[in-house]
Structures are given as structure tokens and as C-alpha cells.
């Protein structure tokens, strides 16, 4: 793991001591597959985001997800880089946006489990404002859309969800139902 211990103790340090929950979150053995696929130079995490502009939240659609399907972005800091350089990109690769972290509100150690095979993995969640910046995705390969939403919406999103067997996505709604808690 390259987002070291280390450096979330500085981050936290930052923008403050979230709490830390563990959750356990089944997977298929083709999305099992592919988080091992994504786990380039040992990555286990991912830093989410919830950026306030105005009252509504930006929010994200990758190109696989049903119509209408949206969540909060995210992304992984690559090997020895700065945790701010890795929020600006991700942030800005996803929604086209620059934004100001406000508060790191929540840990969760995570572990995408097939059969006995489980990966442990780690979210750490942050809340932002929007800065500047056109709400549109610039990486088109990976992100369809990228729009604003009120909190309420991701209701809508997790009726989409239960419909779904994606443990990732069930995973991504258990873990929004968390974040409600704090913010």
C-alpha cells in the first residue's frame, strides 16, 4: 500500500481524525477479479469525495453503470505521490473541477471477499468544496458523466443498486449511508 500509514496520520492531522468502521462487502468473482486488476503497485485504497457547490453534491457515472446511476468520485494516489497532487487529479481527471478539502469524516477498512479469497481495502472519505472549474469528466474513459445532485437523489441511486448484483455498487451505497451519518 502506497497511502501509507504515515501519511494518513499526516492528512489527519490536516483535515481531522475520522472515525474508522470495518464493513464486509461480497463481491462476484469477475468483480473480484477486476479490484485485483486495479491494485497496480499493491493499491488497497481509495480516497472518495463529496464536493459541495451550492446545496448539491458532484457526482459521477462510469460508463458500465445502468442509466441513472451515480455516485460520489474517487480514486487512488499513485505511488509516491503527494496526497494533495492526488486529490487535484483524481478530483480533476473525474469531474473537470479544481476544489478545497474540508474535512476527512470516515475511514473504512473494507474487505471485497470471494469464497475464502478477500482483498483488504481502505476508503477514506473526504468532504470538498468546488473551487472552479467545468463540471464535466476528463477522463472520458472511464467517467460517462459527471453532474450535480442533491443528497436525496442517492435514494434513487441505491433503488438502481438493490436491483443490481454488483457487491461493488452495494458496497458504494452501504458506504453512502455511512457518510449521511457525518455529514
Known amino acids: 500500500m502506497y497511502f501509507t500509514s504515515r501519511m494518513v496520520q499526516i492528512v489527519a492531522d490536516q483535515y481531522g481524525y475520522p472515525p474508522v468502521i470495518s464493513m464486509n462487502a461480497p463481491v462476484s468473482e469477475d468483480e473480484y477479479d477486476f479490484i485485483r486488476s486495479t491494485q497496480t503497485y499493491g493499491r ?5 469525495f463529496y464536493i459541495f457547490k451550492d446545496n448539491k453534491v458532484i457526482v459521477t457515472a462510469k460508463h458500465h453503470y445502468p442509466k441513472g446511476l451515480y455516485r460520489a468520485p474517487s480514486g487512488g494516489l499513485k505511488p509516491g505521490e503527494k496526497f494533495i497532487d492526488g486529490v487535484n487529479r483524481e478530483v480533476y481527471e473525474e469531474t473537470g473541477c479544481r476544489v478545497k478539502l474540508d474535512k476527512y469524516i470516515l475511514q473504512v477498512n473494507a474487505a471485497f471477499s470471494f469464497g475464502r479469497r478477500y482483498i483488504p481495502w481502505r476508503t477514506h472519505v473526504f468532504t470538498a468544496q468546488y473551487i472552479s472549474g467545468t463540471i464535466k ?12 445532485a442533491r443528497l436525496a437523489e442517492f435514494e434513487s441511486y441505491k433503488k438502481i443498486i438493490s ?5 461493488g455498487l452495494h458496497y458504494r451505497a ?7 451519518k457525518f455529514l
Open 163 to 167: 436491483g443490481m448484483e454488483s457487491g
Open 44 to 48: 488497497c485504497h481509495d480516497i472518495t
Open 174 to 180: 452501504r458506504l453512502h449511508d455511512e457518510v449521511l
Open 137 to 148: 469528466p476528463v477522463d472520458i474513459r472511464e467517467i460517462s458523466e459527471t453532474r450535480l
